[in-house]
């Protein structure tokens, strides 16, 4: 089982670009997160889909929309990014809304 | 005050050495707590998992959870180099919809010197 994967790895955008940070899980999980890490402030949720077909917004969701694509994929779509989405995004699926399992991450810098 | 505070280091300490990483929290719902490792680069990783208070040990690992002062605890012993990375708590209660997802701490950096 490769667990939870996250692609890209990293990505350099400069103002204004869009992209879409793709995750996926192997673990037949229901629920899946994404969350973003910044120095000194922890980990922030932005978005979860606690089953497959509902997507509902986190502690920072301005900026960002998301896909839950089916019961394997949750996609994280920023539209126009600026430079305070420079951060580490992390990905993690759960059974139900309990116990999380990360994927490595993503490391995005917007110039 | 947030609902869940945890100190975030840097906590140095020499190999061998026992370790306590704490966190506290105020809402006296939360049933569900677990500890994460981070190393540096990656993501978090789940180190242990308790239901309600008590203590759980793995190996080298204790959690402990006091509900009655709402704090919980993580002892490590035999410390070793390879053990520094940061640590997460999080928890939650039982419930679902937005009142469902974990509630994390900020972490505590913990290096262990040879």
């Known amino acids: 089982n490769a667990g939870v994967t996250q692609t890209p790895k990293f990505q350099v955008l400069k103002t204004g670009q869009s992209m879409t940070l793709q995750c996926a899980q192997d673990m037949n999980h229901n629920s899946m997160y994404w969350y973003r890490q910044d120095p000194g402030m922890g980990l922030r949720l932005i978005y979860y889909?606690?089953?497959?077909?509902?997507?509902d917004k986190g502690e920072v969701p301005n900026g960002y929309n998301v896909s839950r694509l089916n019961k394997r994929e949750f996609s994280l779509r920023l539209e126009s990014a600026a430079p305070s989405q420079t951060s580490v995004y992390f990905c993690?699926?759960?059974?139900?809304?309990?116990?999380?399992?990360f994927g490595p991450g993503t490391r995005l810098t917007v110039l | 005050q947030k609902e869940v505070e945890q100190d975030p280091g840097p906590l140095s300490v020499p190999e061998g050495a026992i370790v306590s990483l704490n966190c506290t929290y105020s809402?006296?719902?939360?049933?569900?707590f677990m500890w994460y490792r981070q190393y540096s680069r990656k993501g978090p990783e789940l180190l242990m998992y308790t239901y309600s208070s008590g203590n759980k040990e793995d190996g080298r690992f204790t959690a402990q959870v006091d509900k009655s002062s709402k704090y919980i605890s993580l002892f490590i012993r035999d410390s070793q180099p390879s053990d520094s990375a940061t640590y997460l708590c999080a928890m939650k209660g039982n419930y679902g919809g937005s009142q469902g997802n974990l509630i994390f701490g900020k972490g505590t950096k913990l290096s262990v010197k040879p």
């Open positions: 993690a699926s759960s059974l139900f809304q309990d116990t999380q399992y």
């Open positions: 889909s606690a089953s497959e077909g509902t997507t």
């Open positions: 809402n006296s719902a939360f049933q569900y």
